[in-house]
């Protein structure tokens, strides 16, 4: 479903990424692993069009999107929950999972009843604005949002980041429902026993450059080599 093909992507004069190759099957979940600071978020980005490749080639269901804008590549189906959430704080729950549409549809509509059905604590603070919500609630609101769009293909950025444990629980529960209903998922994520949980292949990155990909059980089977690049 989605390929990258030797990405590279620059911010400014540094040289983040560096030749990452990847793939993420129709269906599937991958994880994306390693320290802060090695280029994952800049993956997520350069898929979703905030900061193109500079080199190499992004393609979703064999059509090229590297070069594409971000609104082209999400009316094509992929979707992004990012890094700290960034909802409207000053919008209410409900303006924030419609704001991508210009007029209330019975379609918009059936959907956003399928978000409060998946987060009924959405429903219940519907009226209220993101300011008001707890950490956990707006990273379901931030969840909900993407899910708006009813993408083939959702990008999520350190979902459970700040985060406490029951809630982390709570939301991972949601994850998992979302992949068993065939939704792909791209998740970067530093809580490792959850993405070895929930993923069908690893990939971990040092330094801009994929230096590992493999199944949870491979994983697990070579975790103590694979320490250097990760934080277990």
Do not use: C, W
Not at 27 to 32: C, D, F, H, N, Q
Not at 95 to 110: C, E, F, P, R, V
Not at 122 to 131: A, C, V
Not at 137 to 156: H, K, N, V, Y
């Amino acid at each position: 479903m989605l390929k990258l093909r030797d990405v590279h992507a620059h911010y400014g004069e540094s040289h983040i990424l560096q030749g990452v190759s990847l793939e993420v099957e129709k269906g599937s979940v991958v994880a994306l692993l390693g320290r802060n600071g090695m280029g994952k978020t800049t993956t997520i980005h350069s898929i979703i069009g905030i900061n193109p490749p500079s080199q190499g080639e992004i393609t979703f269901r064999n059509h090229r999107i590297s070069g594409l804008h971000s609104f082209k590549i999400a009316q094509m189906g992929i979707a992004l929950v990012p890094q700290g959430r960034r909802i409207f704080r000053s919008l209410t729950v409900k303006d924030n999972l419609m704001i991508g549409y210009s007029k209330k549809t019975a379609a918009a509509t059936d959907i956003l009843n399928r978000i409060y059905e998946l987060f009924p604590i959405l429903e219940e603070r519907s009226k209220q604005p993101g300011k008001k919500l707890s950490g956990g609630e707006q990273q379901m609101l931030a969840i909900g949002r993407a899910m708006m769009t009813e993408p083939d293909l959702l990008l999520m950025d350190e979902p459970f980041e700040g985060l406490a444990p029951t809630i982390i629980k709570e939301i991972g529960e949601k994850i998992f429902n979302l992949k068993n209903s065939g939704l792909s998922i791209l998740l970067v994520e530093q809580n490792i026993r959850f993405a070895t949980k929930i993923a069908d292949f690893i990939y971990i990155m040092n330094k801009g450059k994929i230096v590992y990909g493999g199944t949870p059980e491979q994983f697990h089977a070579d975790e103590e080599n694979l320490k250097k690049f990760i934080e277990i």
